[in-house]
Nanobody, 126 residues
Framework: QVQLVESGGGLVQAGGSLRLSCAAS????????MAWFRQAPGKEREFVAA????????GYADSVKGRFTIARDNAKNTVYLQMNSVKPEDTAVYYC???????????????????WGQGTQVTVSS
């Protein structure tokens, strides 16, 4: 059974930092893209960041570009999201996503991902 388990969420003050982790089990995603999405109360789930299979290509939503960094460690089957200079509008449940598609590229839409974690809450206080 494939599982994605996020960790690292919590309460942080505006301007602070958090590092989210997503550990995959049940299969390896070393040759597939992975991503982070988030969903705030009353809003749709939105793309945050994505990374291709070997970490050589990454993409970010405009709202987090320059503040967040996505990375992966294929030896650990884990993807990370480093969040710096966080803002109150970053408050949301953050979800890790993975796909079984093999390829050089990453995806930025929810429909391209098959596997999802349970989410981790990030709350930024002003």
């Amino acid at each position: 059974q494939v599982q994605l388990v996020e960790s690292g969420g919590g309460l942080v003050q505006a301007g602070g930092s958090l590092r989210l982790s997503c550990a995959a089990s049940g299969r390896t995603f070393n040759d597939s893209p992975m991503a982070w999405f988030r969903q705030a109360p009353g809003k749709e789930r939105e793309f945050v960041a994505a990374i291709n299979w070997n970490g050589g290509s990454t993409g970010y939503a405009d709202s987090v570009k320059g503040r967040f960094t996505i990375a992966r460690d294929n030896a650990k089957n884990t993807v990370y999201l480093q969040m710096n200079s966080v803002k109150p509008e970053d408050t949301a449940v953050y979800y890790c996503a993975a796909t079984s598609r093999i390829g050089r590229y990453y995806y930025t839409v929810t429909e391209q991902y098959t596997y999802w974690g349970q989410g981790t809450q990030v709350t930024v206080s002003s």
